[in-house]
């Protein structure tokens, strides 16, 4: 969705508003927003119809910045190379007197690229007794999202506020404008909180165009593959549990994300790009000071940053190593989660090396 980079790390790189909009983007569960964004678009089918384009469009802005400024461009590949197990997405898991286990970071989105595994993972996954990923209820997306909403503490305003009572005017307009172009209308979505409605904006056009038109994303192309050739497959959090994480923050923290967010406009392709483009070559760690240079100091205070690295990283990590243990101590086991969960001295990779595995990178 970006950090389990540990506290040290994080005190050392203050985070901006862009920092939490990548968090949200790729160490929170896009799968969860893509679930939602969908039933929010079917609020507007007649004009989901045709609303975005096939193509990101999206540049580069890595591969820019290296030619415009090589100096800037070291400097960000030098803060990733300090980010502890900060490289490669493809690991192996390892205890004495059992098969070795996977360990795969992901990005939560259908692109072709990500789809495509590292060497090696394609195999690991063949032969693996068990497949963990996030969330085992992605199998059944609809029925997922529909409990999800049955649930109105989780994604709905409770105090009986609307979204437009905790902006001001021009910031209404600029949602209202912004939804419309995604074809989704500002009355249909009111009530929701605000990190569901800034899912909506944080995925890109094409994202959700596949996703409407059915396309998984990696970790659910796993997960129902392997549930089709009858391997068990294993979810490490609910999908209320992500929500809930998410519902748990302020909604002054989500009001700031959602409008930085709106004021990215067309650029979010970019930075999809340009985080793809990081996640292929397994350079996991180059992410936030990637995002930091590209995206202009927005005001937030170290208590936003600290609730928001708890609740929704280091929680969640936390959670995820505990329920992966007992599937890893049976061993021969592939895990499948989001790529920015592994990194840091908080991270999968260190807490599973804490629980007596040895864990390697095999890219």
Not at 68 to 86: F, L, M, Q
Not at 155 to 182: F, V, W, Y
Not at 234 to 249: F, I, N, P, R, Y
Request: glycine letters at 8%.
């Amino acid at each position: 969705m970006i950090s389990a980079l540990g506290s040290k790390t994080m005190r050392s790189m203050k985070p901006t508003l862009g920092d939490i909009l990548l968090w949200l983007a790729t160490a929170f569960p896009l799968m969860l927003a893509a679930l939602l964004v969908a039933t929010m678009l079917t609020l507007q089918p007649a004009h989901a119809e045709g609303a975005v384009s096939d193509s990101c469009g999206g540049k580069d802005l890595m591969a820019e910045l290296q030619k415009a400024d090589p100096a800037k461009y070291a400097s960000i590949i030098a803060a990733g190379d300090k980010v502890e197990n900060g490289k490669g997405i493809f690991w192996k898991i390892e205890k004495p007197g059992l098969k070795p286990s996977w360990l795969l970071g992901t990005m939560h989105v259908s692109d072709t690229r990500v789809l495509t595994l590292p060497k090696g993972a394609a195999d690991a996954v063949a032969s693996a007794d068990t497949i963990v990923v996030e969330s085992d209820e992605i199998l059944d997306d609809k029925k997922a999202a529909a409990a999800l909403f049955a649930n109105p503490s989780l994604t709905m305003l409770t105090d009986g506020s609307t979204i437009s009572q905790h902006l001001t005017p021009e910031e209404n307009a600029r949602l209202e404008a912004g939804l419309k172009e995604r074809g989704i209308a500002l009355a249909a979505v009111s009530r929701m909180q605000p990190w569901l409605i800034s899912s909506s904006f944080e995925m890109t056009g094409c994202e959700v165009r596949r996703k409407t038109a059915g396309a998984k994303f990696l970790d659910q192309k796993l997960a129902s593959d392997a549930a089709a050739e009858g391997k068990k497959v294993v979810g490490l959090e609910t999908l209320a549990e992500q929500a809930k994480a998410m519902s748990d923050l302020p909604v002054a923290l989500h009001l700031k994300s959602l409008m930085q967010t709106l004021e990215l406009g067309d650029k979010i392709n970019d930075v999809n790009e340009t985080m793809t483009g990081l996640y292929l070559v397994g350079n996991i760690g180059a992410m936030i000071p990637m995002l930091k240079v590209i995206e202009p100091d927005q005001k937030i205070t170290d208590d936003d940053t600290a609730a928001f690295e708890q609740r929704i990283i280091l929680d969640r990590n936390k959670v995820m190593a505990e329920r992966a243990a007992p599937v890893l101590d049976k061993g021969n086991a592939f895990i499948a989660v989001g790529a920015l969960h592994l990194v840091g001295d908080k991270g999968l990779v260190a807490l599973l090396r804490k629980q007596g595995f040895t864990v390697t990178a095999v890219n």
